[in-house]
């Protein structure tokens, strides 16, 4: 065979290695839709190479097939390009106000059980009240009646957050009187490996600053309304997984169990670092499910981790946004963690996908809106949350929408490649992502046979 029929067999090699990458990945991914596309795409790709190989002898397929290599070797140097227009410059850290923990749904959620506070609220903030008032006429998540409520299983997640709950103590305690004489350094080492030990699937340190911290505590009477002081010194920021498979389930029991299955995980890996960090002489709290003084997604953004997506969570490299988070601060000055950029920020202007599946459109369609002084990706918590009760159970749809929320397979990690390029590769990507994968999902009325697996 001569040198042409030889490059001709590596196209078609390459093109049906790739495509049959796909079709395995999909079928163990259930995702029988893209399955049969590559199936269709790897017989296109056999059929046009073989008959190119046969007739690239005649004078016309001669120049076309040398065209065509020369097109494609074009694509594969553009596809390898890194370039992405300057990026937005970060905000000023002082330009940014700080979150009144009162402000947060689950905040005013709660007011219903205390009228005094509500008043106080509502007294300042009126916009709030006919919408909260409906909201607090619902149901619990979790109560029976409500749509994906199972008598058997919804006290699972009901027992997970109760346990949450009821570990806060946990969160501080007493301090080492002996310092350890070990570095900052030393001591950053350790903690970055004990939480991968205990289960993380990232970790990162980032520099405390004041717009990290809620202004007001405001998730419990007690202590309601109080300032919380700026604290210095750093913050460890713990990432677990999410298992995507039970994601994919969202909005249902199953994608519940997951989240509060993986809140519990951060907890506990961020009440051990904490606890370490005390027993070495230096004060250190944690941050868990409903016990935060800080906020986990700007902490894990600076501490590199990720970066903010549109639908206003951490896209993580690996994970996207099927993560959670807890935090530890400290005032140790442990040495910053770097990121990488992989440009999600850059996907998500062109993407979309959350807001077109978010049922209650809480997701922004078009530009970043203003929030608290600066241009960042924000949902409307209270569309986001009015859904959460009229469905009984929190929703996770633009998480299980959103294309960064895949496997950490082969071909995954090949595609977040790519689109770490260049633009046009993410447009391309965002097209085959459509078309493989579908751009709507289906929401299911009920919870699947299966909650749990046996
Ligand atoms: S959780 Fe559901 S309702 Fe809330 S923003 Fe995401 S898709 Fe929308
Ligand atoms: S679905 Fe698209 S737009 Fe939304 S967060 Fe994910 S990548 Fe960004």
Request: net charge positive; hydrophobic share 45%; charged share 20%.
């Amino acid at each position: 065979m001569d040198w042409l029929g030889w490059i001709d067999g590596l196209a078609l090699l390459a093109g049906s290695g790739l495509l049959l990458l796909l079709a395995v990945t999909s079928w163990r991914e259930g995702e029988w839709r893209a399955v049969w596309l590559s199936l269709l795409f790897m017989a296109a790709n056999i059929f046009f190479w073989v008959t190119l190989l046969l007739s690239r002898h005649a004078a016309t397929a001669l120049s076309a097939n040398l065209a065509l290599l020369v097109l494609l070797a074009v694509f594969i140097g553009l596809s390898l390009l890194k370039h992405f227009p300057s990026q937005p410059l970060p905000p000023a850290p002082e330009t940014i106000e700080r979150f009144d923990e009162r402000d947060h749904m689950f905040s005013r959620d709660q007011l219903k059980f205390h009228p005094g506070l509500a008043g106080s609220y509502y007294g300042e903030h009126p916009q709030f009240r006919p919408l909260d008032e409906k909201i607090h006429l619902r149901p619990e998540l979790a109560a029976p009646g409500m749509v994906y409520h199972d008598p058997v299983y919804s006290p699972v997640f009901a027992a997970a957050f109760s346990l949450l709950d009821r570990t806060r103590a946990a969160a501080g305690g007493d301090v080492n009187p002996e310092r350890s004489a070990a570095t900052a350094a030393e001591i950053a080492a350790a903690v970055l490996r004990l939480a991968r030990f205990y289960g993380a699937v990232d970790v990162g340190i980032a520099p405390l600053r004041p717009h990290h911290f809620y202004s007001h505590s405001g998730r419990r009477a007690e202590g309601w309304g109080e300032p919380i002081a700026a604290g210095r010194g750093s913050a460890v920021v713990v990432v677990v997984r999410m298992d995507w498979k039970m994601i994919a389930r969202a909005p249902s029991l199953v994608a519940v169990l997951e989240s509060s299955r993986q809140y519990v995980e951060a907890a506990k890996i961020a009440m051990l670092v904490a606890e370490y960090i005390r027993g070495l002489g230096y004060p250190a709290r944690a941050h868990t499910d409903g016990n935060y003084q800080v906020l986990c997604v700007p902490l894990a953004i600076d501490a590199g981790l990720g970066e903010l997506g549109r639908l206003g969570l951490l896209i993580h490299p690996v994970h996207g946004p099927c993560v959670r988070l807890a935090v530890v601060t400290s005032e140790l000055e442990l040495p910053p963690s770097r990121g990488r950029d992989f440009y999600a920020a850059s996907f998500c202007r062109i993407c979309r996908k959350c807001a077109d599946n978010c049922p209650t459109r809480a997701i922004p369609a078009g530009e970043e809106p203003v929030v608290r002084g600066f241009r960042h990706w924000s949902i409307k918590q209270e569309k986001c949350f009015e859904f959460w009760k009229r469905i009984g159970s929190d929703c996770a749809v633009c998480i299980r929408a959103c294309p960064y929320t895949k496997p950490d397979t082969l071909l995954h990690r090949l595609v977040r490649f790519y689109i770490s390029r260049n633009p046009l590769n993410q447009r391309l990507a965002l097209f085959f992502d459509d078309l493989f994968y579908g751009r709507r999902k289906k929401i299911s009325p009920v919870n699947p046979d299966e909650i749990l697996p046996a």
